[in-house]
């Protein structure tokens, strides 16, 4: 079975720009979870996704969204982007969410100049 | 906040078990232990997890103490691809709120050396 997948991998924008994630989740999968990850903080969740409907959210701004389309595929934005945006974001997907296993794709890598 | 205490770093020759120590004295009755590792860059990458029971799978063992405050990961045979940034994880068991995702601690940097 195929694993989660994160597209783009690398990316690079400017400050007040906005960017675009894309996640597939392992098939059969049915809840995405988004999570931050930057030297000074660590490994943070954002939000997460489950049948189209956020259920679960982190402590970011407003800046960052994010919404689930009926094939589970899930999608984060982040708007007006700075410099502390620049971050590897992670999207890991399960079967329902709560107690089961997450599965990580390999990550994108956001470079905000 | 994290609810696990893990060593900074650890060396491990290759070719030896590495034992990877976690506590969680804070952890409740039905909160499972979780490990992940990070290779350098890439997704975490889910070992194993358990609630009291010892666990084996084809990655690694997993031995929680009887009174479940503390845990150790053990990798049998250390290979130069197991250097990573190792994460025990204690996984809240409700769902709701902000309680049904993860919640990295720093981990510890595992580095096995030939």
């Known amino acids: 079975k195929a694993g989660v997948t994160q597209t783009p991998r690398y990316l690079i924008k400017t400050r007040g720009q906005q960017v675009t994630l894309s996640c597939s989740p392992i098939?059969?999968?049915?809840?995405v979870s988004w999570y931050q990850q930057t030297p000074g903080q660590g490994l943070q969740f954002l939000f997460e996704?489950?049948?189209?409907?956020?259920?679960n959210k982190g402590n970011f701004p407003g800046r960052f969204s994010g919404r689930q389309f009926s094939n589970s595929r899930s999608e984060m934005n982040v708007s007006t982007l700075e410099l502390g945006d620049s971050a590897l974001y992670l999207c890991?997907?399960?079967?329902?969410?709560?107690?089961?296993?997450?599965?990580f794709g390999p990550g994108t890598r956001l470079l905000v100049l | 906040d994290a609810k696990t205490t893990q060593p900074t770093s650890m060396d491990c020759a290759e070719g030896r078990a590495a034992n990877l120590p976690c506590n969680h004295s804070?952890?409740?009755?039905?909160?499972?232990v979780y490990w992940y590792r990070q290779i350098h860059s890439q997704g975490p990458q889910y070992i194993i997890h358990?609630?009291?029971n010892n666990e084996t799978n084809e990655m690694a063992s997993l031995i929680i103490t009887e009174d479940r405050k503390s845990s150790t990961l053990i990798l049998p045979h250390a290979t130069l691809r197991d250097t990573a940034v190792y994460y025990c994880?204690?996984?809240?068991?409700?769902?709701?709120?902000?309680?049904?995702?993860?919640?990295f601690g720093k981990g510890t940097k595992l580095s096995v050396k030939p």
């Open positions: 890991a997907s399960s079967l329902r969410g709560d107690q089961e296993t997450q599965y």
């Open positions: 098939s059969g999968h049915r809840s």
């Open positions: 996704y489950f049948s189209e409907t956020q259920r």
């Open positions: 804070t952890i409740s009755g039905n909160e499972y």
């Open positions: 358990g609630l009291k």
């Open positions: 994880i204690v996984r809240v068991s409700h769902y709701g709120g902000s309680q049904g995702n993860l919640i």
